[in-house]
């Protein structure tokens, strides 16, 4: 138990708790319908004071890997979070998202010709059938757009995830972070500009839930992030995901009093034992690519 409670595993925990008050700013606090302006927003100038605090560019061979990486990670990702999060309720998309850990072990084993245990699937899909269980109410309403913008995200963010991990670039977390969110809100430009409406005149309250998303949702969140990818394995890193869609569903409890029912009680157990069990059975990560 003392090895699941590490500081280095409980920091990377903050930033997925912190990414699941995304759905509700979105919902209840952010002009309607502009996804793309939301994620540029988030990301591009958390992405210009971390460079500030820490100026490193990548080495001339590396620059096409933070460029893939800044696209799944950020843009991709960031696009089809907010897609799903203006049209499903809540945390629903997290349904579909509970899927990235078996994701990068499909990977893992594709890729490295690594198989994984059968313990650690079961943990895996313990996380999908909580997730179904604490989101799936009867009067859910789908959206299919939302739906395959969640798969869709769910994708990217585990091939990111795993080759974030994969290649272990040679940059300080800062820096690496860093570039990913400048060129992930780049690439999010042209997106915004033909796709999204123009914001209105912004109230106090949305020029705040901006400033949150890009301080804690972004810059804290993704330097938390992707600083634990350097001591956690790929596969735990993604588990750890659940905890946004667990996070979402108790701040919806608390803040718009959304009901939870004795079986949304259970799948929410489910999903922190499934967490706890991916930790435990995820293969240890080497010596040579822990932090120093």
């Known amino acids: 138990m003392r090895a699941l409670l590490k500081p280095h595993l409980l920091l990377t925990a903050l930033a997925p708790l912190i990414w699941g008050s995304s759905y509700i700013v979105t919902s209840q606090l952010l002009p309607p319908d502009r996804p793309f302006t939301a994620a540029l927003i988030r990301v591009l100038p958390a992405g210009l004071i971390l460079l500030a605090l820490q100026w490193q560019p990548p080495a001339a061979g590396q620059w096409g890997k933070v460029l893939l990486l800044s696209l799944l990670n950020i843009s991709l990702f960031q696009s089809l979070l907010f897609i799903a999060a203006y049209q499903l309720p809540g945390g629903l ?12 072990l499909a990977l893992i084993w594709m890729l490295e010709k690594i198989k994984p245990s059968l313990w650690l699937v079961c943990a895996c899909l313990m996380g999908v059938l909580g997730m179904a269980a604490l989101l799936l109410a009867p009067d859910s309403s789908w959206s ?5 913008a969640a798969l869709a995200g769910a994708a990217c963010m585990a091939t990111g995830t795993y080759l974030t991990r994969h290649w272990a670039l040679p940059l300080p977390v800062l820096a690496l972070t860093g570039w990913q969110l400048l060129l992930g809100g780049v690439l999010l ?20 839930a901006y400033a949150y998303l890009c301080i804690f949702g972004a810059l804290i969140a993704y330097v938390l992030w992707f ?14 995901g659940l905890l946004s869609p667990l996070s979402a569903v108790l701040l919806g409890w608390w803040l718009l009093g959304e009901a939870m029912s004795p079986l949304s009680l259970a799948g929410l157990l489910i999903v922190f034992a499934s967490v706890m069990a991916v930790q435990w059975f995820a293969r240890p990560v080497p010596s040579s690519f822990q932090e120093k």
Request: glycine share 6%.
């Open 227 to 240: 600083r634990g990818m350097r001591s956690l394995s790929a596969v735990a890193v993604s588990a750890l």
């Open 189 to 208: 430009l042209p997106a915004m500009l033909w796709l999204d409406a123009p914001l209105p005149a912004l109230r106090p309250s949305q020029l705040l």
């Open 144 to 148: 299919i757009s939302g739906v395959l």
């Open 93 to 104: 998309a997290a349904v579909i998202g509970a899927i990235q850990p078996l994701l990068i």
